[in-house]
């Protein structure tokens, strides 16, 4: 089993965009997707990346990073909104499970940021507690517009960007990791079409960053 403890924030990003590559150019690999690996993670896990993502049935993240069992610590809500509870499981992955590396996984075409900019430029109003979700994405997508971003990926690379700033103003013990060099925290935004992952945005880890939604 490859133990997090042992990995770098740079090599768990490196093989977690392996993993995508494969993915995106149809040869996956299934990795740590059979019964050796099922009973070597039974007493105990040892996960290199927490991954928090959109809820979006197209964003099954052990298949679009080629992994398997073990190998990530998934949290995913609409829209990557964040709560106590998110908050909480994303600092159990760090700090308990000692994942190196925290993702940010938005993508195109995005349902909760569609309806919060309907929302916001067409005072189309939710119900229930979808009202909720909208009014967390609701301050990227004003920060969109005041930048003057209108194209649908530069909104969704924003509404990214201030999630994973959310986490680490809000999480001391994430930030304080990421000052220490003992994890990064970065942001991908996923095409629907041709399955890649793009960077956005990184804290704590020196990587060029994609110009292109």
Same mark, same amino acid.
């Given at each position: ?33 059979? %019964? ?5 993670? %039974? ?16 964003? %099954? ?32 992955? %760090? ?119």
């Amino acid at each position: 089993m490859t133990d997090s403890s042992t990995l770098t924030p740079g090599e768990s990003f490196k093989m977690l965009l392996a993993g995508n590559q494969r993915f995106v150019s149809g040869a996956p690999e299934h990795p740590n997707q059979d %019964a050796a690996r099922r009973a070597e993670t %039974a007493p105990v896990q040892h996960p290199f990346a927490v991954l928090f993502g959109c809820s979006d049935s197209r964003l %099954a993240a052990e298949i679009i990073f080629d992994r398997g069992i073990g190998d990530l610590f998934v949290v995913r809500t609409a829209g990557h909104v964040t709560g106590p509870e998110v908050l909480g499981s994303i600092e159990y992955g %760090a700090s308990v499970l000692g994942c190196p590396l925290v993702v940010v996984l938005g993508h195109d075409s995005c349902g909760a940021v569609a309806a919060t900019r309907a929302a916001v430029e067409d005072g189309v109003a939710a119900t229930g507690f979808v009202r909720d979700v909208i009014e967390r994405v609701t301050p990227s997508v004003l920060a969109a517009r005041a930048a003057g971003l209108t194209q649908d990926g530069d909104v969704i690379a924003e509404h990214v960007r201030h999630t994973v700033d959310l986490l680490l103003d809000r999480s001391r013990v994430l930030a304080e990791k990421v000052e220490a060099g003992r994890t990064a925290v970065v942001g991908l935004s996923y095409r629907l079409t041709d399955g890649s992952a793009q960077l956005v945005t990184a804290r704590g880890l020196d990587v060029p960053v994609s110009s292109a939604p």
